[in-house]
């Protein structure tokens, strides 16, 4: 039995269904050994090849990521990635998952690894710009989110999640920028506008930021 196998069963996630699954999946790959070789393919009947394995756990554990079941993710896709630890996806799906539940710095290790294999992956640099800023890292942050909202110019949240790491390394003028360009695509989100005020109140500009606060307040009242 390889060595997935033997973590996967001993995992909450790997259990009776999922090896059916998997068996019925690839079903097809096993009646080909049948026609080929009957004897061998008879002993081999019930074992998976290691790469066919590995490609249908990963699936799986990616799967549970995207849908937002962080927990199943981690438990599948650690022990795809203790196999294989140059898989883009997997880190960063499993570093997704881990800052999801709770495990922020290995997390974080994992998204960053997930950039070094691919710099150029717009999305991975997206999601590790966002987890820096989640994290604190701002000055980490900055110069990511420039360069995934100059590929991303309408995105809400990374033009706004720019804003705030600009604001909290005393880039306030810059920071203000990003808030009003972030503005611009949402104009009722209270948030933005209070933003605003917030960096212009630490620039001491109290006029600039009486209209933002006076925006924000007519927001969420008419929300409430």
Not at 87 to 106: F, N
Request: proline content about 2%; aromatic content about 8%; charged content about 25%.
């Amino acid at each position: 039995m390889s060595g997935i196998l033997e973590k996967m069963m001993s995992s909450k996630s790997s259990d009776i269904v999922d090896e059916l699954n998997l068996y019925t999946h690839y079903g097809l790959s096993v009646t080909k050994k049948l026609g080929v070789r009957l004897v061998d393919a008879f002993r081999d009947a019930f074992s998976v090849d290691d790469d066919i394995r590995r490609s249908y756990y990963r699936d799986k554990g990616i799967g549970h990521a995207k849908n937002g079941r962080y927990a199943q993710a981690v438990a599948v896709l650690d022990a795809v990635w203790d196999n294989d630890g140059d898989d883009v996806d997997v880190a960063l799906h499993l570093g997704i998952a881990c800052v999801k539940t709770g495990e922020g710095e290995r997390g974080l290790a994992l998204i960053e690894r997930a950039h070094q294999l691919d710099p150029a992956n717009t999305k991975v640099s997206t999601v590790l710009g966002l987890t820096y800023v989640q994290e604190q890292k701002y000055d980490l942050a900055v110069p990511l989110l420039i360069k995934v909202a100059e590929a991303n110019p309408v995105n809400f949240n990374i033009r706004y999640r720019l804003g705030v790491a600009l604001d909290n390394l005393g880039r306030f003028a810059e920071a203000i920028d990003s808030f009003k360009i972030a503005a611009g695509m949402r104009p009722n989100d209270a948030k933005v506008h209070r933003a605003i005020a917030y960096s212009f109140e630490q620039m001491g500009n109290h006029e600039e930021a009486l209209p933002y606060f006076k925006k924000a307040n007519e927001l969420e009242g008419s929300a409430a």
